[in-house]
């Protein structure tokens, strides 16, 4: 296991193209497997435990979130030692592709998933939408899936006007419709927030009772990378495997966005559009008293010539209330 964490630990970043892919085909061929699937994807894989993550990532994804430029379930194997299963692509394609749907195929056949305990599907964004859509050739898995699209076809989905180029791409075939896909799941967990209204309809659609939308309020369009500033998604996907990811344990885990700062001003920006200046004067002084934060220091000292006029009541500095604002 120790000679595995050291190939895992391999850093890749600051590699060319090239030579980057190089480096993982080696890495993986040595734990496992690396297979190409056309020009547009692959899929690796790292074999430990007996929990298997199967995440699906892109090439740009991986750079940008890993210091390693490594795919985030690496992060799993040499923490937790499960095996990892990674589908990656170059650009989102939702992995619509039919070497991709022959792999899924042959793992079928091969009873590839039978070989493990816990199975685990983990996508973000249109990764997510593939993480659902794929998770049936698992029956009895868990998938998280963070701001899924159900789908990309118009005749259901002509609201969502952010993929026009995938317009032409058939979304009505094999692995197609999303939330029909988890039906074979054991259970499968939608993250999304609520007020980025696209991902809100879609995640509408994922009704299904072995599903739970858990929502995530002023995380914004990129829930995966707030996530991951506040070092909650690889504990959440442990919650996921010990089967105890409830609302309850859920909102324990977001408490961590007290301290992140994105939320903390897309919080700040909700409130000033409600025009909640008391809630607002609260939150900056939440805030200022736990941590450097210029932009609410300069924001309350707006707030208190504004409660000088008499416009509203300043509330009393005191320790931590505005969370239940969030």
């Known amino acids: 296991m120790q000679e595995s964490h050291n190939i895992l630990d391999e850093d890749l970043s600051g590699l060319k193209p090239a030579e980057w892919q190089t ?13 190409p699937l056309g020009p547009k994807h692959c899929a690796t894989f790292v074999d430990q435990g007996d929990t298997l993550l199967v ?14 430029a490594q795919p985030l379930g690496f992060e799993m194997v040499r923490s937790e030692g499960w095996s990892h299963l990674c589908l990656i692509s170059s650009g989102d394609t939702w992995f619509r592709d039919d070497r991709v749907f022959g792999f899924f195929d042959q793992l079928i056949d091969d009873g590839f998933f039978d070989e493990f305990e816990k199975v685990i599907f983990y996508g973000a964004g249109p990764c997510g939408y593939s993480a659902a859509a794929f998770s049936v050739a698992a029956p009895g898995a868990t998938v998280v899936a963070i701001q899924p699209q159900a789908t990309l076809d118009p005749r259901m989905t002509e609201w969502d006007d952010r993929f026009s180029d995938m317009r032409r791409i058939s979304f009505t075939d094999r692995y197609g419709y999303a939330p029909d896909m988890l039906d074979a ?15 809100a309809m879609h995640a509408a659609l994922f009704n299904r009772k072995n599903v739970s939308r858990l929502r995530v309020p002023n995380l914004g369009g990129a829930v995966q990378t707030r996530l991951l500033e506040m070092k909650a998604l690889f504990p959440l996907l442990s919650m996921v495997e010990e089967e105890q990811l409830t609302e309850v344990n859920f909102a324990r885990l977001l408490r961590a966005r007290r301290n992140n700062g994105p939320y903390l001003r897309a919080l700040l920006s909700q409130l000033e559009q409600k025009k909640r200046p008391f809630l607002q004067a609260l939150l900056c002084q939440n805030v200022l008293s736990r941590m450097h934060g210029p932009r609410f220091r300069k924001h309350l000292h707006a707030l208190e010539k504004r409660a000088e006029t008499g416009e509203f009541k300043l509330p009393q500095a005191s320790g931590d209330q505005t969370e239940q604002s969030a």
């Open 185 to 199: 799941a054991n259970q499968a967990f939608i993250l999304y927030d609520p007020y980025e209204q696209l991902d």
């Open 23 to 35: 480096r993982l085909t080696a890495v993986t061929e040595e734990l496992g497997m690396f297979q």
């Open 55 to 68: 995440s699906f990532e892109t090439v740009q994804g991986i750079h940008n979130l890993s210091k390693r």
